[in-house]
Nanobody, 122 residues
C-alpha cells in the first residue's frame, strides 16, 4: 500500500518562503511521477509541479520561477521549495504519485496524501 505524507505547511507573510516535504512509502524509490497539486477554498484542485524518473521537472505557469520541485530517491522523498510567496498561493497542498509518466492531470495519479495547509498573509 502506497502512502504519502506531507509536512512543512504553515503561515508565512507575502514574499516569504516555505519548504514542503512528502514522504513516500510502499513504492519503488525514484520510479514514476511525483507531483504537487493545490486547492484553494472554493476553487478546483490545480496542478503545481511534477518531477519524473528522468529528473526532469514541469511547472504551472503561476509558480514558474518561484517554486522548485525536487526529489531524493534515496530517502523516497519529494520537496517543494516555495519562494516569493503570494496571498494567492494560499491553499491546501497535496502530494501525488504515479508509477507511470504523468503530467498535470490530477485524475491520472493513483496515490494522494492528506494535504498540508499553506497560508500566505498580505
Amino acid at each position: 500500500q502506497v502512502q504519502l505524507v506531507e509536512s512543512g505547511g504553515g503561515l508565512v507573510q507575502a514574499g516569504g518562503s516555505l519548504r514542503l516535504s512528502c514522504a513516500a512509502s510502499g513504492r519503488p524509490s525514484g520510479r514514476g511521477t511525483m507531483a504537487w497539486f493545490r486547492q484553494a477554498p472554493g476553487k478546483e484542485r490545480e496542478f503545481v509541479a511534477a518531477t519524473w524518473t528522468s529528473g526532469m521537472t514541469y511547472y504551472a505557469d503561476a509558480v514558474k520561477g518561484r517554486f522548485t520541485i525536487s526529489r531524493d530517491n534515496g530517502k523516497n522523498m519529494v520537496y517543494l521549495q516555495m519562494n516569493s510567496l503570494k496571498p494567492e498561493d494560499t491553499a491546501v497542498y497535496y502530494c501525488a504519485a504515479s508509477a507511470y509518466f504523468r503530467n498535470s492531470r490530477g485524475d491520472t495519479y493513483e496515490y494522494w496524501g492528506q494535504g498540508t495547509q499553506v497560508t500566505v498573509s498580505s
